[in-house]
């Protein structure tokens, strides 16, 4: 029985003055800044802050001032197997990142910056997508192959595939895989959407705790995301951004502002207030699944603009900015600009943290404060708890003065001023006192 399908037609009013009052500033991020290539593919943020971005020319740490750029050598073997990061993912074991190149899996160690290679089979094949499944096991996606690797074992395996006869296939270009938070692994491919049974580990049409996604058997699907209501977002070549909710279907059907054809959507996050960010080849879209309205990000339509209309990654970090990784033109980094203020409280009836402050300064995830009082203290962003350093922790010449100030010296470093001398601030180093 099919079930019904129900088609939404999504419609742009455009006017000179639609979009000039965005939510949203722009800041950009290229070649020109020390980006390594402009074709970006990943985009992650570590437990440190940094963040790191997988190009065709390389991997880049990024400090919020500078980056730093990791390539091939051919002369030294501890280098990436090749310049292509196409996907980054942090081990949950150890920290290290397991990258995809055109040629091999890089895991880089991104405190010694180095590197290890491995290849199934001698093979040069294009790894260029993976998930963890569990806390040791990698499902990667390979051109025309699914490959489960072993990160303690270091082994590879090859994860055969069935059509719904339950006859053995090959995968025709597999894009991406991706997860819904419900224990279903999705391999995206050229010919719609395959799922992961963990138990006979293999790939098949349908699984019966997974959706069924028989109406896009013979779409080439790129990306498949599970909200924060339950709904599925797919991004197609062709049939546009669909939506799943239940035995039915909601089809977006965005056609270019530009030039009203069929739209391919590459890539389809949701932030952490719930709005949809859906990448195409033709400019960013923010949707709001409560009222149904589309903001589109195209460079003709909107005062604030990409440098780039094509998406290839949409990644949100710890402080919610997002960031945009374009085909060929850098990255972009959309920041709300909403007015209003964020309160912490310094007093309470387990804290005498002093209210009068002199100097702040952040790093981090962590609010660093002095105030009259000769008191040095932090804020925790996310928990809003604030802490104060014990005196007995400074120098014996340290002397407090209510005029110190605290300043950046280095990306990841403080320094305490008070008049006489300067004093390092290592939120690492010392026993707060609360």
């Not at 890089?106 to 294009?126: A, H």
């Not at 059509?163 to 090959?170: I, Y």
């Not at 709300?336 to 002093?354: A, I, M």
Request: proline share 3%; charged share 20%.
């Amino acid at each position: 029985m099919l079930r019904p399908i129900t088609i939404l037609f999504v419609a742009f009013l455009f006017a000179t003055n639609l979009y000039a009052q965005s939510d949203w500033r722009v800041s950009r991020l290229g070649v020109g800044d020390g980006l390594s290539q402009a074709y970006i593919y990943a985009i992650h943020q570590d437990k440190k802050g940094f963040i790191w971005i997988g190009t065709h020319g390389g991997l880049n740490r990024y400090d919020g001032y500078r980056f730093k750029v990791f390539q091939y050598s051919p002369t030294d073997s501890g280098t990436l197997a090749d310049n292509a990061v196409f996907f980054l993912k942090e081990d949950p074991t150890n920290g290290k990142f397991w990258i995809g190149g055109s040629s091999a899996l890089n895991e880089f160690d991104p405190v010694t910056f180095t590197n290890k290679r491995y290849s199934f089979r001698n093979k040069q094949l294009e790894y260029s997508d993976g998930i963890f499944i569990s806390p040791t096991k990698l499902l990667l996606a390979c051109e025309d192959d699914v490959l489960l690797f072993d990160t303690r074992q270091r082994t590879f395996r090859e994860v055969p595939a069935f059509d719904r006869e339950g006859n053995k296939v090959n995968i025709v270009r597999v894009e991406n895989v991706s997860h819904d938070g419900k224990g279903n692994y999705f391999v995206m491919s050229a010919t719609g959407v395959f799922v992961y049974d963990s138990v006979s580990q293999t790939c098949v049409r349908k699984l019966p705790n997974a959706p069924d996604f028989a109406f896009l058997d013979h779409t080439q699907v790129f990306d498949v995301m599970r909200d924060s209501r339950g709904y599925y977002w797919i991004a197609t070549n062709g049939r546009g951004l669909i939506q799943l909710k239940g035995d039915s279907h909601i089809t977006l059907v965005v056609r270019s502002p530009l030039s009203n054809e069929n739209m391919r959507f590459d890539k389809v996050v949701e932030d952490s207030r719930g709005n949809i960010w859906a990448g195409s080849a033709d400019g960013l879209f923010r949707i709001n699944p409560s009222t149904g309205t589309v903001e589109p990000f195209v460079q003709e339509l909107n005062t604030v603009s990409l440098r780039h209309d094509e998406i290839n990654f949409i990644f949100e970090d710890q402080n919610h900015f997002v960031w945009v990784g374009t085909v060929g033109n850098g990255i972009c980094k959309l920041v709300p600009v909403k007015p209003g203020f964020r309160h912490f409280d310094l007093v309470s009836e387990s804290n005498s943290t002093g209210s009068y402050i002199m100097a702040i300064q952040q790093l981090d995830n962590d609010i660093w404060f002095t105030n009259i009082w000769d008191q040095l203290g932090r804020i925790d962003k996310t928990t809003r708890v604030s802490e104060i350093m014990s005196p007995r922790q400074f120098e014996s010449a340290y002397r407090w003065y209510s005029e110190g100030t605290i300043i950046m010296t280095q990306p990841n470093e403080l320094s305490l001023i008070n008049g006489e001398l300067i004093c390092w601030v290592c939120s690492y180093c010392f026993t707060f006192a609360r």
